[in-house]
Every structure is written in C-alpha cells, then in structure tokens.
C-alpha cells in the first residue's frame, strides 16, 4: 500500500524532470530510418494539402458565385476533391509508417530491457520486486509505444500545421499576425508551467501502479497459500488500497492535464477571437477582403486547432518521458557481477577443483550481519563433500558464492586453480550444474523444462537424463508424454515429480562440479532411496557438494563438514563426527532420538 507520504515522496522524487529520458529512444528510431523516411514525407504531404485549402477558400469567396462561372465553379470543387483524395491517402500512409515504427522500436525496447535485466547480479534482484519490473516492461512500454507511433505523429503534424499556417498568416495579413504572435508567449509560458506539473504527476502515477501491479502478481501467484490461510479479505483490502493509491495519483495527473488542455483551449481561441474582431473592421472600412479575412481565419484556427492539440500531446508525451526514465533506470542499471574486461579461461579440461581462501561474506541489502568469516575450504576434484550445520549457518551461501551470483568481501574463491572474480561468469557457470532446495519448473512442457539443462540436446539426452533420474516412467503416464505443459511452476505435478525433473535437468547439463541443496527433500522414503541411487552414479568422477538438513542422505560422503555462524566447526566421516560428540553429534542425537545411546556406543 503507498500512502501520502510514499506519494509526496515519488512527487518530490520527478520534480523538476523534463522529457529528455524520451532521448533514449533516438538509437532506436534510427534504425529504421526507412520507416522514419516514410513517415516524415507522408506527414509533410498531409500537411500541404491541409494549408492548400484556406487559399481555395479566399479564391471562391472573392470570385463569388453566379451561374455564368459554373464551370470554374465545377473545377475548384473537383480541386478541392482531388486534394482530400490526397490527403486521405497521405493521412493512411503516415498512419502506417508511424504505428509500424512505434511497434517496432518498443519490441526492441522490450527485448533490451528483458536481456539487460536477466544479466542482472542477485543483488539487484534482493531489493527490487520482481512485479515492478515486469510492469516497466508491459504499462511503460505500451506507454512509450502510443508516444512513438500515433503521439509522435500528431505532434510533427501539428507542429508542421502550426508552423505553416503562422507563414500563411504572415503571408496573409503581416498587421494581424502581428496581433497572434504576440499572444504566443501569453499562451506558451504558462503550458510549459502546466506541462512540469503533469509530468511530474504522470511519474507518480506509473509507479504507484506499478507497486499495484506488483503486488497483484505475488499474490496471484501465491494464491494456494492464500486461500489456504483464508486470506483473500486481507489481499483483497491490500491491493485494493494499492489500487486506491495508483487511482489517486492518476487523477492528479487527469486534473493537470485538464487543467492544462483547458487553458490553452481558452487561450488560443480567445486570441483568435480577438484577432477576427479586428479584422472585420479592416473589411468594414475596405483596406481587405472578405476572401482575405476567411483565409487568415482558417489559417488562425489551424494554427490554434494545432497548438491546442499540441498541449494535449504535450502531456501524452510527459507521461512517454515518465515512462522512458524508469527504463531508463533499469538499463543504466550495472551488474554488481560481470566479466572483467581481459577474463582469465578457465584450464581445459576441467577438473573440478573448488577451494574457498579466508572467504568473509556479507549479503548487501544486510552487510551489517556477515554470514562468512575468513572461511578457508578446500575440495579435491571428484571429492563428494556433505555440507551441515543449523539453519544460517552459511551453507547456501557457499553455493551463491561458487556460482559467482555474488562477491565476497574479503578472500578468494577458485575453481580448478583460478579466482573466479578474474574469469568469466558464464564460464564458470558452466561448469557447475545444481539442484535446488526450491526447484524451478517453468511453465512449459517437460522436455523443455529437462532440455533447460542443455538446450542443444538431443531427443536421445533428454530421455537418457530422464530415465537416470527416474523420472521416465512418470512422464510416459502424463497425457501427452514428454510434450506435456506442466502449468506455471510446475502446478500440475507433485513436488517428488518436480525434484525429478530438476535433477534430470541436472544430469543432462553434464558439468564436472554437482552442487546438490536438499536434492531429495520432496520425495518419499521409496523415491528418495531410488533417486539417492541414481544421485550416485551421477556423482561419480564429478566432484560433488551436497548441503543436506537430513543426516541420514550424508552417510557415504567422502568428508562431512559441519559449518556454524559462517565458519566451518568440525570435519570427517560420520563416524568420527559422532565420536567426537560435538556439533554434529548433537545435530544427529536430534534426528536419531531412538535408540541413540545404542547407535553412539556402536560408532565408538
């Protein structure tokens, strides 16, 4: 929920901002200047054919009308069709241009803010909502592409339409426009003060909606958890006051751009009033025609009729400014984590090596709370290492830390011999394959959540990785086999199922070093004891990291190491862990009660 204060806040923030983030979208316009082209010259063309008319006008009213003159009667109205042919073709033709290159420009806008914000470090993401994002990337850009297109549009063509029927009137009649040019700036100043005020109250109102927004979708996603709790009453009042908030800041915005439009409406044709009065008492006393008056009429009230249309554009392309900016933000945003300039590559072949060197770590929305401290750790290719201890002990964070998602502060962290701050990311993360506690399943089918692995995979891979992880037989039972859509999150499938997909997305990426977070925590005893067999022979010649809550699954580790408060306490196999009675003991007393006095005597 935004209050007030989180309103005033947003206002305080945009105050003063002018529509130079639009200036972002000129590389793209750019690119298609074949488009632009096409757009300009139809554009000039509409608006040539409109100031054409006010001198047909004069012309006829001057001639006046008789049936001796039929056929120069005939003539200028067959002219006058002519050119509303040609302006109708003109005005389709700049339509197509204009919205085809508004569509164009926002589809890769659209795609640049999506590729730059999946490169993004997770520190980013720990203190942005993943909603807004998504709203920048939807409400703004469909902001920016009615400004691109048709707003873009009506702005050059009345700019063009003001500019021209301004020289005509010149043209026309220098001692009235006289009279009308010296009105603009009683007109102008006050739309640029009026314009400040929308633009800053259009910003507002985009990031309320977007905090709406985001709210709206965690909790449509979490909408299980919700009516599990009976909390739709609660979410329902919450986002309604979000709403409430976006509803308020959006009709400040309404209110100043009325405000605006009304003024300048008033404004413009108020002069132009004043200037036909004038010139009525000009044809009164014969120093003009009747024909000369209505042409500097019309081209008044196309001056007029364009500029108070471009007040309203004028604000159309505030809330576009608005809209730029805030993706102007997330494109200007720099990853924390990213390829050095010159990267170190990593030896080939891999062998899988991990060491951690006096490794201090804090997260950076809680640096004040370090998680690691001066952690010095080794593991030796095709080691299979268990990683326990109680809950924050840091045993998650190692794998953030070996994925390079973050930074240490303080300490080096290297993968076969090399510090992964020198190479590059990307290659690192290729050679680390991972199970998570909270498996992702996308909303797709489940060949295409198993071949997330390794894209590039063969059919043959895909089922291979399957079976090892013995999630062939369940998928040959779904309706449509591997071609099943498993629905957002993988909804449709049981957690056990989902657990093994994600280990056959696992197996087929193949990487020399198996990172393994509670890899078997959602099946049952039967599953778990089959998948821990096919974990096994996944874990040969790979070196493995298994962090496991459930002693019972660390059993044949090569080596245990019991982390607490980012430091790693004990280290060896279970049985000298148990025999030493410390940390670990105490953590397997707890999920052995039974018959622990017995166990413990055995061990020694």
């Known amino acids: 929920m935004l209050e007030s204060g989180r309103l005033a806040e947003i206002e305080t923030k945009t105050r003063g901002r002018s529509v130079r983030p639009l200036a972002r979208l000129f590389p793209y316009v750019l690119r298609y200047r074949k ?57 389709a033709c700049r339509y197509y241009f204009v919205i085809t290159l508004g569509e164009r420009v926002v589809s890769d806008l659209r795609r640049d803010v999506f590729a730059h914000v999946t490169r993004l470090s997770s520190s980013f993401y720990d203190v942005n909502q993943s909603g807004e994002i998504v709203s920048r990337l939807t409400a703004d850009t469909t902001q920016i592409k009615s400004t691109v297109g048709a707003t873009a549009s009506l702005a050059l063509r009345n700019t063009i339409l003001c500019i021209g029927a301004i020289a005509m009137m010149i043209v026309t009649s220098p001692g009235l426009s006289s009279l009308v040019l010296g009105a603009i700036p009683i007109i102008v100043f006050p739309l640029v003060a009026f314009g400040r005020a929308v633009r ?10 977007a905090h709406a927004m985001s709210y709206a979708g965690e909790a449509i ?25 976006a509803f308020s800041a959006a009709r400040d915005a309404v209110r100043a751009r009325a405000c605006l439009t009304g003024f300048a409406i008033c404004m413009v044709f108020g002069s132009v009033v004043a200037v036909l009065w004038f010139g009525a008492q000009r044809v ?29 554009v004028w604000s159309e392309i505030s809330q ?3 809209a730029a900016e805030r993706l102007s933000e997330l494109l200007d945003e720099v990853p924390a984590i990213r390829a050095p300039a010159d990267p170190v590559p990593l030896p080939a072949p891999a062998t899988g090596s991990v060491a951690f060197e006096k490794v201090s770590f804090a997260y950076p929305a809680r640096d004040d709370l370090p998680i690691l401290s001066g952690l010095d750790l080794f593991i030796r290719p095709g080691e299979t290492v268990a990683i326990v201890g109680p809950s924050g002990a840091g045993k998650s964070t190692l794998f953030s830390l070996l994925l390079r998602f973050y930074d240490p502060m303080s300490g080096r ?47 043959t891979a895909i089922h291979s990785a399957a079976i090892a992880a013995l999630a062939d037989g369940f998928v040959r039972e779904l309706p449509d086999g591997y071609d099943t859509m498993v629905g957002e999150r993988g909804i449709t499938l049981s957690g056990g199922q989902r657990q093994r997909i994600a280990i056959a997305r696992a197996i087929l990426k193949d990487a020399p070093i198996l990172l393994l977070d509670e890899a078997t925590s959602a099946l049952d005893a039967e599953s778990e004891t089959l998948v821990q067999r096919a974990l096994e022979g996944l874990m040969k010649g790979r070196t493995t990291l298994v962090i496991a809550h459930r002693l019972a699954t660390v059993l044949k580790a090569d080596r245990i190491l019991v982390m607490d408060h980012g430091r790693v306490v004990e280290e060896g196999t279970h049985q000298a862990l148990v025999r030493r009675d410390g940390v670990y003991a105490r953590l397997a007393r707890l999920q052995f009660e039974q018959g622990w006095d017995e166990y413990l005597q055995a061990a020694k």
């Open 200 to 209: 800053r109250r259009s910003r507002a109102a985009q990031d309320t909606l």
């Open 35 to 91: 488009l632009v082209a096409g757009a300009l010259v139809f554009l000039a063309l509409a608006a040539t054919m409109t100031l054409t008319l006010p001198l047909a006008v004069r012309r006829m009213i001057d001639h006046g009308f008789s049936t001796d003159d039929a056929n120069f009667i005939n003539n200028y109205f067959l002219m006058l069709l002519l050119i509303a042919v040609l302006l109708a073709l003109a005005s």
């Open 413 to 459: 962290v290297r993968v076969d011999g090399i510090d992964i701050a020198r190479a590059d990311p990307a290659e690192v993360r290729a050679r680390i394959a991972i199970v998570p506690q909270d498996v992702t399943i996308f909303a797709g089918t489940v060949r295409e959540n198993i071949a997330f692995g390794r894209p590039e995979a063969a059919e």
């Open 284 to 312: 009164l006393d014969g120093s003009m025609s009747p024909g000369t008056l209505s042409q500097f009429l019309l081209y008044s009230l196309f001056a007029a009729g364009s500029l108070g249309a471009l007040s309203e």
């Open 221 to 245: 996603g979490a909408s299980r958890t919700l009516q599990a709790f009976n909390n739709e009453p609660v979410a329902g009042q919450r986002f309604n006051d979000a709403v409430e908030s």
């Open 320 to 322: 576009a400014a608005g």
